[in-house]
């Protein structure tokens, strides 16, 4: 990519791949949606499968307008190499080292560029919610998984291998459960939607509940339990949030970040953004920065990614 060479004006379409599903979408220079469509992402049956699926969004959107598309961002889930064009390794999509950008341009006539889906988050919220232009800015999204960028001077911070900060595999709990990553007790398998449910499901088996039962648990359920007073639901919110502060305050200690956001599914519960949580983090931060932190719920919600991915055309976005 050449961050330096300003934008022109125009629309650009965004796309957030992920395991089971693909969001696309036409985007104007505010931010704003024009069209957005979504398709099962069909991963089992492969790369090229899914490549035409991104094809078709492209050529649906693309027939949607007569305004100029100036390029199609990408969002992949995985280490990607932005200026080549290819997918180093996404484990969600099952790809290995790909190229993608260049097949996709030969196939729509658009030009492609990629960027990890962690860090397309951070961009949506960097140039279009409450992290506009702080220096250093890290978004957080808690799902399946944790996801994580980083702005740095107001730069976005890709690394070596395109996929940035990895805060979700911060290790935790030396000890502690395996993660899909190879490792164990990563931040990941403590404050993620699945960690969530499998720590409550552990404590049923050893203690009872009123509230809740081993099938179909879900993040909702465990919190709706917890409102509803079940002593067994408050101590796994109150551990989740007690892993989501170690991890927090390893972050703020280490970026000294002016403000960072919590997005996905488990950020959507009032419990994250407590009193209490605040307090914990001041309690465990490095002195001069206690207090100093800005932490907020993200505001782009589901459709974040395609707009981040879609401004790698509308700005000009400066990487390291």
Same mark, same amino acid.
């Given at each position: !990519?050449?961050?330096?060479?300003?934008?022109?004006?125009?629309?650009?379409?965004?796309? &957030?791949?992920?395991?089971?599903?693909? +969001?696309?979408?036409?985007?104007?220079?505010?931010?704003?949606?024009? !069209?957005?469509? %979504?398709?099962? $992402?069909?991963?089992?049956?492969?790369?090229?499968?899914?490549? +035409?699926?991104?094809?078709?969004?492209?050529?649906?959107? +693309?027939?949607?307008?007569?305004? /100029?598309?100036?390029?199609?961002?990408?969002?992949?889930?995985?280490?990607?190499?932005?200026?080549?064009?290819?997918?180093?390794?996404? @484990?969600?999509?099952?790809?290995?080292?790909?190229?993608?950008?260049?097949?996709?341009? /030969?196939?729509?006539?658009?030009?492609?560029?990629?960027?990890?889906?962690?860090?397309?988050?951070?961009?949506?919220?960097?140039?279009?919610?409450?992290?506009? &232009?702080?220096?250093?800015?890290?978004?957080? $999204?808690?799902?399946?998984?944790?996801?994580?960028?980083?702005?740095?001077?107001?730069?976005? *911070?890709?690394?070596?291998?395109?996929s940035g900060v990895e805060a979700g595999h911060m290790i935790i709990e030396p000890d502690g459960y395996p993660c899909a990553c190879g490792g164990k007790g990563c931040w990941e398998t403590l404050v993620a939607a699945p960690a969530i449910v499998r720590r409550t499901r552990e404590k049923i088996k #050893?203690?009872?509940?009123?509230?809740?039962? %081993?099938?179909?648990?879900?993040?909702?359920?465990?919190? #709706?339990?917890?409102?509803?007073?079940?002593?067994?639901?408050?101590?796994?919110?109150?551990? $989740?949030?007690?892993?989501?502060?170690?991890?927090?305050?390893?972050?703020?200690?280490? *970026?000294? @970040?002016?403000?960072?956001?919590?997005?996905?599914?488990?950020?959507?519960?009032?419990?994250?953004?407590? @009193? #209490?949580?605040?307090?914990?983090?001041?309690?465990? %931060? *490095?002195?001069?920065?206690?207090? +100093?932190?800005?932490?907020?719920?993200?505001?782009?919600?589901?459709?974040?990614?395609?707009?981040?991915?879609?401004?790698?055309?509308?700005?000009?976005?400066?990487?390291?």
């Amino acid at each position: !990519m050449q961050a330096n060479i300003e934008p022109q004006q125009g629309l650009a379409i965004g796309i &957030d791949v992920g395991g089971t599903k693909i +969001k696309a979408g036409l985007v104007n220079q505010d931010g704003q949606i024009l !069209m957005a469509k %979504v398709l099962v $992402t069909e991963k089992e049956k492969g790369a090229e499968h899914v490549l +035409k699926k991104i094809v078709q969004l492209i050529d649906e959107l +693309k027939s949607s307008t007569t305004e /100029k598309i100036l390029g199609v961002g990408l969002a992949l889930p995985g280490d990607i190499d932005y200026q080549r064009g290819y997918s180093l390794c996404c @484990p969600n999509l099952a790809w290995g080292e790909l190229e993608v950008s260049a097949p996709l341009f /030969k196939s729509t006539g658009l030009p492609v560029k990629l960027v990890n889906d962690a860090n397309a988050a951070c961009l949506g919220e960097f140039y279009y919610g409450r992290g506009k &232009d702080a220096p250093i800015f890290l978004s957080i $999204t808690l799902g399946t998984g944790v996801g994580s960028g980083l702005i740095l001077d107001q730069r976005l *911070f890709t690394g070596r291998f395109g996929s940035g900060v990895e805060a979700g595999h911060m290790i935790i709990e030396p000890d502690g459960y395996p993660c899909a990553c190879g490792g164990k007790g990563c931040w990941e398998t403590l404050v993620a939607a699945p960690a969530i449910v499998r720590r409550t499901r552990e404590k049923i088996k #050893q203690f009872s509940s009123e509230q809740l039962s %081993v099938e179909n648990l879900s993040v909702e359920l465990i919190f #709706q339990a917890f409102r509803a007073g079940d002593p067994l639901a408050r101590i796994v919110v109150e551990e $989740t949030i007690y892993y989501l502060v170690l991890g927090l305050v390893n972050l703020i200690n280490l *970026f000294n @970040p002016h403000k960072i956001s919590l997005g996905g599914g488990v950020a959507e519960a009032e419990e994250i953004f407590s @009193p #209490q949580l605040l307090e914990q983090i001041n309690n465990k %931060v *490095f002195p001069t920065l206690r207090g +100093k932190v800005e932490i907020f719920k993200a505001t782009q919600g589901y459709y974040g990614g395609i707009v981040g991915a879609a401004s790698l055309w509308l700005h000009n976005v400066k990487m390291i």
